[in-house]
């Protein structure tokens, strides 16, 4: 599935004036951005092209979703909301020293489209939560068997068992 986050800015450079802009409102569905992102709702925003000189502002407000984490500590998946911060982007036609791979974004000068995929990609990534828990006060999974009432899987205490044991037959002989 594609993302569909390319916008026709070849109108801006047509008006004459300093700055012109255009508004554009997203609801776009983002799982296909990466492979690890579930998002569960899709991408809402506000989106604002506005030309300056020879480059588009692309200015993103509003951005929110709900993405499907792992609890770092119970492993349980939960819905996590993500807001982003408001985000702009500088998009600019190709000249000499300019390059598409690095800090730059170009404009695509055969087609006078910008792709937002690759920014939007990288702001949803960096808006994730570096230890993700499914409550502030997760127990985690030794804890919630505890409180549950589980017998816990304590793999050393077979070998108290057997050191026990040892000790019997030494005490024997």
């Known amino acids: 599935m594609k993302v569909d986050l390319i ?16 508004k554009h409102e997203l609801a776009v569905d983002v799982s296909a951005l990466d492979p690890d992102l579930k998002a ?4 809402t925003a506000s989106l604002t092209l506005i030309r300056a000189g020879d480059s588009i502002a692309a200015i993103l407000k509003g951005a929110k979703l709900v993405v499907e984490l792992a609890c ?15 985000l702009e982007r500088y998009f600019y036609l190709p000249q000499d ?5 690095g800090e730059y974004f170009l404009i695509d000068p055969a ?10 990609r990288q702001e ?5 939560p570096l230890r993700p828990l499914c409550q502030e006060k997760c ?10 009432g589980e017998a816990l899987h304590q793999p050393l ?17």
């Open 72 to 86: 770092l500590r119970c492993l349980t998946c939960y819905n996590h909301p993500l807001d982003l911060p408001d």
């Open 157 to 173: 205490a077979q070998l108290n068992e057997f050191w026990q044991a040892e000790q019997e037959k030494e005490d024997q002989t």
């Open 97 to 101: 020293g300019l390059e598409a791979e």
């Open 7 to 22: 916008f026709p800015v070849g109108d801006l450079f047509k008006q004459d004036g300093a700055v012109t802009e255009l």
């Open 124 to 128: 949803i990534i960096f808006a994730l």
């Open 139 to 148: 127990l985690g999974l030794l804890s919630q068997q505890e409180v549950k």
């Open 111 to 120: 087609t006078n489209r910008i792709d937002l995929t690759e920014m939007l």
């Open 40 to 43: 569960k709702t899709k991408l």
